[in-house]
């Protein structure tokens, strides 16, 4: 089987070998026969006969041409799959979710190939494409960096930005030798369930997001530092601790220990 087929490094091509944890991700992903499914990176369809019996429909997009003929073969029984070769990371989502999904609940479920993890990741919560949950495995280092609280080293300007955007959950962790070619690091499974309302108000987004990345831009510096060193063209050193303290943030703390609600404060006040 899959005679002919060169697997491709470049495309993060680790193929799950055993079909037990295909399904288990199905089971945990929350999909239900009434939902649209957009899965990324398809492979040999593994996880794919999942989906569809999971889901109402199962939308696939693989960037890897050479495997069009084989998914199609093989899921042709499925009656409710349809596959895009595509660049996950160039597509219009909206367009094909208005096009393929109407009137249906969507959820993402995917294998994510490791090279650009935290790019898809973040393209899909910022869209607001209104995906009410995105399944998928990733390198357990990343699944603990993104499920990471305030306090935690881990906590960082992406896992800040993140729950603005969603609750992440871990499901379970899979080990590398469940993989074909095996990686060098184990995986673990994880589910971000997408806030329809993020859960503080900001007057700004991008100020947002900018607060965020000042504050982490110097992980050594304290917290008035950073911010100074990004917002320097605005305000002196002494307003920015004056607007922290204005916050209940002590201007000498470091930044992973704040959470979305202080960071949407400062970004309030700026
Ligand atoms: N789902 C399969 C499985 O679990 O065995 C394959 C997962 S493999 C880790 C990642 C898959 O993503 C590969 O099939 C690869 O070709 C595909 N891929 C890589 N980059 C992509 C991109 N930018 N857009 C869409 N698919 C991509």
Do not use: H
């Not at 009137?103 to 190939?113: F, K, R, S």
């Not at 973040?122 to 998928?136: D, H, N």
């Not at 609280?149 to 590398?176: D, E, M, Q």
């Not at 997408?194 to 917290?223: C, G, H, M």
Request: proline residues 4%; aromatic residues 10%.
């Amino acid at each position: 089987m899959n005679t002919g087929f060169r697997k491709k490094k470049q495309y993060g091509q680790n193929f799950l070998t055993n079909s037990a944890i295909p399904r288990r991700i199905a089971q945990e992903s929350g999909i239900t026969k009434e939902d649209g499914v957009i899965e990324i990176g398809p492979g040999f369809g593994i996880l794919t006969r999942e989906l569809c019996a999971a889901a109402k429909k199962v939308v696939s997009v693989e960037i890897d041409g050479e495997l069009t003929g084989i998914l199609n073969e093989k899921l042709a029984d499925a009656g409710n799959f349809k596959l895009i070769n595509a660049d996950i990371l160039e597509l219009d989502i909206k367009k094909l979710i208005s096009e393929e999904f109407d009137g249906m609940e969507v959820c993402v479920c995917a294998n994510l190939p490791y090279y650009i993890t935290s790019e898809i990741v973040m393209k899909l919560l910022e869209g607001g494409y209104g995906f009410r949950s995105i399944t998928v495995m990733v390198q357990k280092e990343v699944a603990e960096r993104f499920t990471s609280l305030p306090g935690s080293k881990n906590f960082g300007a992406v896992t800040a930005a993140i729950s603005y955007y969603a609750k992440v959950k871990k499901l379970f962790t899979v080990k590398a030798g469940s993989f074909d070619p095996k990686p060098k690091v184990d995986s673990a499974v994880i589910r971000f369930d997408v806030y329809k309302k993020p859960p503080v108000e900001v007057n700004d987004e991008k100020t947002l997001f900018a607060v965020i990345r000042a504050a982490f831009s110097q992980r050594r510096k304290t917290l008035a530092n950073s911010l100074y060193s990004g917002f320097a063209e605005k305000y002196s050193k002494e307003e920015i601790a004056g607007i922290l303290l204005a916050c209940g943030v002590d201007p000498n703390a470091r930044p992973e220990v704040l959470g979305i609600e202080q960071f949407a404060g400062i970004a309030n006040s700026f």
